[in-house]
């Protein structure tokens, strides 16, 4: 039996395993579903917005998604995908982090909208009143250590060495899938492919103490065309949060994907209607040095994690280096992101005395900025004679003037040499 949401997930490549009977439960009845999230930073990353599309569509097909935020499994540690034991952290830290996350799931779920409304979860809630002894006398005891061992997650670690700690993990796990079948009538989990082995032992759990039957659905890791992870850029993970990865470095993140990247994150991570990204797809092949395929992703994308707003900064501040702008636009974006886009350019510092001192353009072009940007002032004078010297993106048009700058963020401004060569002068 086919279902519609199995459907719409197998056409965007989101299905890896599927446990048998999950569509008939699918097609049966609205459906109950999770995804579990560990709190192991203050910030989901791009990485687990594959698990919050599965909630979101399950919950746009007409079924109730659950998000589980691990305040209990993240005192564990997962140890799946993982070489070594993650390190523990304390509560303060973990609850810290929890409701960081809370705050970026509730972006993407509706949580007001009668019998399917989205329910975010923490299974600390629950094993706090649950004793050592109470747990491996009640549930220990109905999965054999043969079954454990015989999981991917635990045989990858055999030879390196895994603790006691990590063994138990897909039993505690398997716990939240039984304590929710039982209190929210939860029928089925879902998660990234690694995460299969854990929840068939939730299923199992619910079968061996309730005869119960639960069901799983897995999505493919994603990976890149090119072999390197996904989800990393130079400046390691690109995460949700706007402090930690900034809204134009997450837009040029996506921007700047391959196209046979762009053609499958656009499945993955919009929302965007199969007829829609052929469309586009098609609209790409014809002119592919437009990136059509690769703006709709990042801006569709963009939006639903930041905001429209920080999607016009973006597009903004990428123009300040790739397109045409102007003094204004140079002047409306803030501080982070205009420190974001100017990171690699040289960087000259220089004192509020020595701008004050300068007396033209020539002086403070060359010897003021310590010569980076121009070796002599024979050189300044040739540049600003020809007009290839901007200041903030405005020409300089009277050399011999007394330099008036108007500082962006009170402590910037910005040199063009030519088309192409950007410099950053930080007055201090």
Same mark, same amino acid.
């Given at each position: 039996?086919?279902?519609?949401? #199995?459907?719409? +997930? ?18 049966? *009845? ?48 997962? /140890? ?34 009668? *019998? ?7 299974? %600390? ?26 999981? &991917? ?5 055999? *030879? ?5 700690? *990590?063994?138990?993990?897909? +039993?505690?796990?398997? %716990?939240?899938?039984?304590?929710? %079948? ?11 492919? &690694?995460?299969?082995?854990?929840? #068939? ?18 999505? /493919?890791? @994603? ?17 949700? $949060? ?45 002119? /592919?040095?437009?990136?059509? +395929? ?7 994308? =963009? ?8 999607? $016009? ?20 974006? $803030?501080?982070?992101?205009? +420190?974001? #886009? ?20 020539? $002086? ?31 020409? @300089? ?5 007394? /330099? ?17 060569? %950007?410099?950053?002068? =930080?007055?201090?």
């Amino acid at each position: 039996m086919s279902n519609p949401l #199995v459907e719409e +997930l197998k056409w965007r490549g989101m299905v890896h395993d599927m446990m048998p009977g999950t569509e008939e439960q699918l097609s049966k *009845e609205v459906t109950t579903g999770y995804v579990g999230f560990d709190p192991t930073a203050d910030s989901l990353h791009i990485g687990n917005l594959v698990p919050v599309m599965l909630l979101v569509h399950l919950q746009r097909a007409g079924h109730k998604p659950v998000a589980l935020v691990g305040g209990a499994t993240g005192m564990v540690g997962d /140890p799946s995908g993982k070489s070594a034991e993650r390190p523990m952290l304390d509560l303060d830290k973990l609850n810290h982090n929890l409701n960081s996350q809370k705050k970026q799931l509730q972006k993407f779920l509706n949580f007001d909208c009668g *019998e399917n409304s989205a329910e975010i979860v923490n299974n %600390y809630d629950w094993f706090k009143d649950i004793s050592f002894l109470d747990f491996i006398r009640d549930t220990g005891k109905h999965i054999t250590v043969n079954y454990m061992m015989s999981k &991917d997650s635990v045989k990858n670690r055999l *030879e390196t060495g895994m603790s006691f700690t *990590e063994f138990t993990y897909q +039993l505690v796990q398997g %716990y939240d899938f039984y304590h929710l %079948y039982n209190e929210k009538n939860c029928r089925l989990q879902m998660g990234g492919s &690694d995460q299969w082995g854990n929840i #068939v032992t939730g299923t199992e759990l619910i079968r061996r103490k309730v005869q119960g039957e639960a069901f799983a659905l897995t999505a /493919p890791l @994603i990976k890149k065309a090119d072999g390197s992870k996904f989800g990393k850029s130079e400046g390691g993970n690109v995460w949700l $949060d706007a402090e930690k990865t900034s809204p134009y470095k997450f837009y040029q993140y996506w921007l700047n994907t391959s196209d046979e990247d762009a053609s499958n994150f656009i499945r993955i991570f919009t929302l965007l209607s199969k007829e829609e990204i052929e469309a586009l797809e098609k609209e790409h092949n014809e002119a /592919p040095h437009l990136r059509v +395929l690769q703006k709709a992703l990042a801006e569709d994308i =963009t939006v639903r994690v930041h905001s429209k707003e920080d999607l $016009d900064t973006a597009i903004k501040a990428s123009n300040l280096l790739f397109g045409k702008s102007t003094t204004e636009d140079l002047e409306s974006i $803030d501080e982070n992101t205009l +420190l974001a #886009v100017f990171e690699g350019v040289p960087q000259v510092d220089i004192t509020a005395s020595e701008l004050a001192e300068a007396e033209g353009y020539i $002086d403070l072009l060359s010897t003021t900025t310590k010569e980076v940007i121009f070796k002599s002032k024979g050189e300044v004078r040739r540049m600003l004679q020809g007009g290839g010297v901007s200041i903030n993106k405005a020409k @300089i048009e009277d050399m011999n003037a007394k /330099p008036e700058i108007k500082l962006l963020q009170d402590k910037y401004f910005l040199v063009q040499k030519g088309k192409k060569n %950007y410099y950053l002068i =930080t007055v201090q």
